[in-house]
C-alpha cells in the first residue's frame, strides 16, 4: 500500500481561513475584515512529531561481537549492526562481479555478525540495485513469514569491483513469521486516527495493509495505515504514516508526513526575476534555433521533448509532460489537491506567456487576481513547469532514475512505477487570506502522483515580512521542494522516507545544498548577495534569504544542535548540516576546480563523466549517490558522514577521504562524534580528524577567570549547545581538546563572568587556549539580583542565553528590570552585555500551546536604556534616584525583514561611558514588533489586513530579552 509523505518545504504550513472570491476582490477603501490567521513559518508552532513507542535495545551476541574482524561496528536496536566500515579498506574482497550476488555472498558469510541463519539469508527480497559509478547501493529487505518488513527489517551494501565497501542496516536476528493479526483494518485506522489526534471521518486518505515490524521485543503483525486530513487541527493539514500494532492497537511508529518549486519554447526566470518589474526572461528551446537563449535539450532517458506524451508520442501543447504536469490551483487552500487548469494550449508549442509582475507592482491586492492580466497566471504556470523538468533531467544524470523511484507518468521498460509525474500547482491557495510566504513538496511512494505547492508571498504582521512576489518564479524555492522528493525517495528505500529530528534537518538541509548546485552548474545566478543564499527573492533578503545564514558564511558546527530560538528544529538545525556540506564541496572546488561555465554545463548534462569534472559536480554526485547508501531514513548526522565517505569509496576509490574527513571535524562531526541516533539534541562532537595532525589544546582561564570553572564552546552560541571543554572538576567533560587546525570562533562562560566571544588561530603545535576573562558585576553568582516588571527576573543574571525574562504587559516601552549588583560599595561600569535570545516554548508559559508554540521572534528586544544609582548618594527604590548613563542604537539587535533571527538577537556588547553604581537598570525602549522601522507600516494593498507590528499584531505588548552582564573593562 502506498504511504503519502508531506515534506515541508522552505516556510509554512498552509492555514484554514477561506474567503469566497467576493471577499477576495474587496475594493480599498472598505472597512478590513479581521486579521487573518498568521502564517507559522517553517512550522514552528504546528509540527507533530515522530515518535517511535517500541521500548527496549537487544545488544549483540558474543558470537556477533567476535565476527566484527576489526571492522567498526554501530548497533541498532534490534541486535544487528546499524553501520560496518573499515577506514581505508574493503569489508570484503573477491566477491561475485555481479553486484547484488556480491551482496548476498558478503551477507552469507557473515552471518554471524548479523545473527542471521543461512536461511534467513537466502529468503531477502531484492528492493533495488542501484548503480553508483562502477559499483552499486543493494538494498534487500526481510520477510516474516508471509508478511514483508513494513518498517526496519532492510541492509543496504554497498558494492564496487567485487569488494564490499559499507554496510547500513536495520535488520533484525529474529526471522520468526509474528503472531497473527486479530484486529480488523477499520480498528487499526480508529487507532492511529486517535494517536494523531485526527478523525477518520474528516480523512481524504485512508489506506492500511498487514506488514510486519520488528521490536527488541519480537516481530510484531501491524498495519501500515496512511491518514491525509488537508484540513486538519483548527484548519492546519495533517499526514500521519503509523503502524499500529495488529493485535493490540498500539501506534508502534508514527511518522508526520508533513514537512515544512515541431520546436516547443519556454520563456523563463532561470534563477528569478530581478529586483525590479523588467522582464529579463530567456527563450528556453527544445534544439538549437535562432532566438534562443539556452537550449535545454530531451529527456535524459527518450530524448523526447517535455511537452511531449509518452503514451502517444504527440505534443500536449501546454502545461502537461512525462516528468511534470502543472496546474493553477488558487482557489483551494488545501494542499493535497491538484488544480485542473493548465496553461493556455499554444498550437505552435512557443510558451511565451505576459508577465508585468502586477502582483508585485499592485502591491498584493488580491483584486489583481481577477483582473484581465490575472496576476501573471500563465507566466507562472510555464515557469514552474519548466523548472520542474529541469530539476527531473539534472537530478536524472545524478542517478534519481526509474530504479530509484523518481518521478514520471510512463518509465517505458527501464523499471520503477509510472504514474507520477509531479504535479505543479502555481499560485497555490492564491485565493486564501492566509495561504501565503510558503512552498511544500507532497511525496507518495514510487507510481503514486507527488504534489508540488509554490504560493504567494506577502507580509503579515508580527509573523513574516516577505515582498508581493510570487513563488513559481525563485528557483531556489522550487530545486529545494522537488529535492524534497529526491531524497524522500532514494533514502531508505520506496516505503519510508527520513524520521526524527537529525534526519528531518539533512532533509531540508539537502534540499537547500541541491537547488544551489542545480544553479551552480548550469551558471544561473540567483538574487541574494552571493549565489548561495536560499530564498531571496521570494523573501526580499539578499543576505540570507529564509534562513539564518548564507549557506557559504554560516559558522554553525554539530555542537550548536539546537540552537535557534525554537529548540530543535529542522530547519534551523538544517544549517548546520548545509555549512558542514558547503565546506566538503569547497575542499572538492579546491581540489577540483571550480570548472569554466561551460565545462560545468557539460558536466550537468552528462557529456563529460564525473570523473573529470569539477569539484562541486563531484561534491554533488557523492552526495546522491549516499542516499541510496542509507538502508534507514532515521539516521543521525554521523551515519549520513559515513555514507559519504563509503560513497566516495565505491565511486573514487576514497580519493577524497582526506578532505572530506577534515570539512566535517571543522564542523564538529570528526572522528570521535557520536549520536544516540536521530532525536538526540545533544550529540557529542568532535574536531579532530583521522587525516589530519590535530592540535591538542588546553582551556586556560586568565584574568578574575583564572582557576575558575569555565565552559568553552566553539561557534557563536552559548544556548542550547554543547561544550567542548571545561575546567569544572566536578563534570566529566575536562579541559583539553583535540581539534583540527584552522580559525575558530569560540565562546566561553563562567559563572560570575559573563559570557567571552573571542576568535583564535588554532596551529598544530597550539597547547593552550587561554581565555582573559573579568568579573561580570551583575551575576547571580556573584550575589546580584533583579526585581522589576514582567516574570522570571532572575534569568536575565543567570549567565546562559537558554533563559529569559519577559514583560507580558502593553506597552513595552518603559518596562524595566533593576539589577542589584551586591555589595555595599559602588564599582565603576565601563560596558554592558546585553542579549536578546529567545527561547522554545515550556509548559506553562503564555503563549504556550498543545502544539508547543515558541515564543515569537518579534517580541525580541530591540533597543533599550541603561540608567544607574549609586546607594551611597541616593534612595535607590526611587525612580527618580536613577539616571540615563546609556541609549543603545537602534539597531542594537539589527533584525531585518523578513523576520528577526538568531544571529542578530545573540549577546552583544556595548561600551558605556565610565559609571559607578550599586544597581543598574535595563529599560526597554522598544521591542521588534515596535521599534524595527522594518515591521512598521502599511506594506501593502491588501484591505483584509494591516501590516504594522505594532497595530496589527497582539505581539505589541510582550517583550524578552535573555542577559543582562556589567563588566569594568
Avoid at 535488520?171 to 487507532?191: K, Y
Amino acid at each position: 500500500m502506498p504511504t503519502t509523505r508531506w515534506i515541508h518545504g522552505v516556510a509554512l504550513a498552509t492555514t484554514g481561513l477561506l474567503l469566497s472570491a467576493t471577499a477576495v476582490g474587496t475594493a480599498r477603501g472598505e472597512s478590513r475584515a479581521a486579521q487573518p490567521k498568521p502564517p507559522d513559518i517553517q512550522a514552528e508552532h504546528t509540527m507533530k512529531p515522530d515518535k517511535d513507542t517500541r521500548s527496549g535495545r537487544i545488544g549483540p551476541t558474543a558470537a556477533q561481537r567476535g565476527a566484527t574482524e576489526g571492522a567498526v561496528v554501530r548497533w541498532n536496536r534490534l541486535g544487528t549492526p546499524a553501520t560496518v566500515t573499515r577506514a581505508g579498506a574493503p569489508l570484503a574482497a573477491g566477491l561475485p562481479n555481479d553486484a547484488e550476488r556480491a551482496a548476498r555472498a558478503y551477507l552469507a558469510e557473515h552471518r554471524d555478525l548479523f545473527g542471521l541463519s543461512e536461511q534467513s539469508v537466502a529468503a531477502l527480497e531484492r528492493v533495488a540495485v542501484n548503480p553508483i559509478g562502477k559499483g552499486a547501493a543493494v538494498l534487500l529487505r526481510q520477510r516474516f513469514g508471509d508478511l514483508p518488513a513494513g518498517y526496519d527489517g532492510q541492509v543496504a551494501v554497498g558494492v564496487a569491483d567485487g569488494k564490499v565497501v559499507s554496510v547500513s542496516s536495520t535488520l533484525a536476528r529474529d526471522a520468526a513469521a509474528p503472531a497473527p493479526a486479530t484486529l480488523v483494518q477499520d480498528q487499526a485506522v480508529e487507532s492511529a486516527a486517535r494517536d494523531a489526534a485526527m478523525t477518520v471521518a474528516a480523512a481524504e486518505t485512508k489506506r492500511a495493509r498487514l506488514v510486519a515490524v520488528p521490536t527488541p521485543a519480537g516481530v510484531r503483525s501491524a498495519y501500515q495505515v496512511t491518514l491525509i486530513d488537508a484540513g486538519g487541527s483548527g484548519g492546519e493539514p495533517a499526514a500521519v504514516n503509523s503502524y499500529v500494532d495488529a493485535r493490540t492497537g498500539q501506534v508502534l511508529i508514527r511518522e508526520n508526513l508533513v514537512d515544512h518549486a515541431d520546436d516547443p519554447r519556454w520563456d523563463v526566470f532561470p534563477a528569478a526575476p530581478g529586483n525590479s518589474s523588467r522582464d529579463t526572461r530567456d527563450t528556453w528551446c527544445f534544439r538549437p534555433a535562432r532566438g534562443c537563449d539556452f537550449v535545454v535539450g530531451g529527456d535524459p532517458a527518450t530524448g523526447k521533448a517535455w511537452d511531449i506524451d509518452h503514451a502517444t508520442g504527440a505534443p500536449t501543447h501546454t502545461s502537461l509532460g512525462n516528468a511534470a504536469r502543472t496546474y493553477e490551483n488558487r482557489a483551494s487552500g488545501d494542499p493535497f489537491t491538484v488544480g485542473t487548469r493548465t496553461n493556455a494550449p499554444k498550437a505552435d508549442r512557443r510558451y511565451s506567456y505576459p508577465w508585468t509582475d502586477q502582483w508585485r507592482r499592485e502591491k498584493c491586492d488580491p483584486a489583481t487576481l481577477d483582473s484581465p492580466r490575472e496576476a501573471d497566471l500563465e507566466a507562472a504556470m510555464s515557469n514552474l513547469f519548466a523548472m520542474h523538468n529541469r530539476m527531473h533531467d539534472w537530478s536524472y544524470r545524478l542517478g534519481f532514475t526509474e530504479t530509484a523511484w523518481n518521478m514520471q507518468s510512463d518509465n517505458g521498460d527501464r523499471g520503477g512505477r509510472p504514474g507520477d509525474p509531479e504535479q505543479g500547482n502555481a499560485q497555490a491557495g492564491a485565493r486564501v487570506a492566509s495561504v501565503r510566504n510558503n512552498a511544500n513538496q507532497i511525496t507518495p511512494p514510487d507510481g503514486v502522483a507527488p504534489i508540488t505547492n509554490m504560493y504567494m508571498w506577502q507580509p503579515f504582521a508580527g509573523a513574516f515580512y516577505a515582498p508581493c512576489v510570487d513563488g513559481d518564479y525563485d528557483m531556489s524555492v522550487i530545486g529545494h521542494e522537488y529535492t524534497h522528493a529526491i531524497s524522500g525517495r532514494m533514502v531508505a528505500g520506496p516505503d519510508a522516507g527520513w524520521s526524527g529530528p537529525q534526519a528531518g534537518a539533512m532533509n531540508e538541509s539537502t534540499s537547500d545544498l541541491f537547488a544551489m548546485e542545480y544553479l551552480n552548474e548550469y551558471g544561473f545566478r540567483p538574487p541574494g548577495d552571493t549565489p548561495y543564499v536560499t530564498g531571496a527573492y521570494v523573501t526580499g533578503d539578499r543576505r540570507a534569504g529564509i534562513r539564518n545564514y548564507d549557506m557559504s558564511r554560516s559558522p554553525l558546527n554539530y555542537s550548536d544542535l539546537g540552537y535557534d530560538l525554537v529548540g530543535q528544529q529542522v530547519h534551523a538545525d538544517g544549517e548546520i548540516w548545509t555549512a558542514t556540506q558547503f565546506d566538503v564541496r569547497q575542499a572538492f572546488v579546491d581540489r577540483y576546480g571550480k570548472g569554466s561555465k561551460a565545462r560545468n554545463r557539460a558536466c550537468a548534462d552528462g557529456r563529460i563523466p564525473v570523473g573529470q569534472c569539477p569539484g562541486g559536480r563531484r561534491w554533488v554526485q557523492l552526495s546522491f549517490d549516499a542516499l541510496l547508501l542509507m538502508a534507514s531514513g532515521a539516521v543521525d548526522y554521523v551515519d549520513h558522514r559515513d555514507a559519504l565517505l563509503a560513497a566516495d569509496t565505491i565511486r573514487f576509490g576514497g580519493a577524497n577521504h582526506t578532505l572530506i574527513w577534515n570539512a566535517f571535524a571543522q564542523h564538529g562531526l570528526g572522528e570521535g562524534a557520536a549520536s544516540n541516533g536521530p532525536a538526540d539534541a545533544d550529540p557529542v562532537a568532535s574536531f579532530a580528524s583521522p587525516r589530519a595532525r590535530n592540535a591538542t589544546v588546553r582551556l586556560r582561564p586568565s584574568g578574575d577567570a583564572k582557576g575558575a570553572a569555565v565552559r568553552l564552546y566553539v561557534g557563536d552560541y552559548e544556548g542550547r549547545a554543547t561544550p567542548v571543554a571545561d575546567t569544572d572538576p566536578a563534570t566529566p567533560l575536562g579541559d583539553m581538546f583535540k581539534i583540527i587546525p584552522g580559525r575558530y570562533g569560540f565562546v566561553a562562560v563562567g559563572a560570575g563572568f559573563g559570557h567571552k566571544r573571542f576568535n583564535a588561530s588554532i596551529g598544530r603545535s597550539t597547547t593552550n587556549l587561554p581565555v582573559a576573562m573579568t568579573r561580570n558585576q551583575a551575576a547571580a553568582a556573584n550575589g546580584a539580583t533583579a526585581a522589576g516588571d514582567g516574570v522570571d527576573h532572575a534569568r536575565l543574571v543567570d549567565e546562559t542565553e537558554a533563559t529569559n525574562w519577559q514583560s507580558l504587559t502593553a506597552p513595552v516601552a518603559g518596562r524595566q528590570v533593576t539589577v542589584d549588583l551586591a555589595g555595599d560599595s559602588a564599582v565603576r561600569i565601563g560596558r554592558v552585555q546585553v542579549s536578546a535570545m529567545l527561547r522554545p516554548a515550556q509548559p506553562g508559559d503564555p503563549e504556550h500551546t498543545p502544539t508547543g508554540g515558541a515564543q515569537n521572534r518579534f517580541t525580541a528586544l530591540q533597543r533599550f536604556e541603561v540608567l544607574a544609582c549609586d546607594k551611597a548618594k541616593a534612595d535607590c527604590s526611587q525612580d527618580g534616584s536613577f539616571t540615563r548613563v546609556y541609549t543603545s542604537p537602534a539597531d542594537a539587535f539589527p533584525a531585518r525583514r523578513p523576520r528577526p533571527r538568531a544571529p542578530e538577537l545573540i549577546l552583544r556588547s556595548f561600551d558605556l561611558r565610565d559609571t559607578t553604581a550599586t544597581h543598574l537598570r535595563l529599560r526597554v525602549v522598544s521591542s521588534q514588533c515596535t521599534g524595527n522601522p522594518g515591521f512598521a507600516g502599511e506594506q501593502d494593498a491588501d484591505p483584509r489586513s494591516t501590516t504594522d507590528c505594532t497595530a496589527g499584531s497582539p505581539l505589541a505588548g510582550l517583550v524578552r530579552a535573555a542577559e543582562f552582564q556589567a563588566f569594568t573593562r
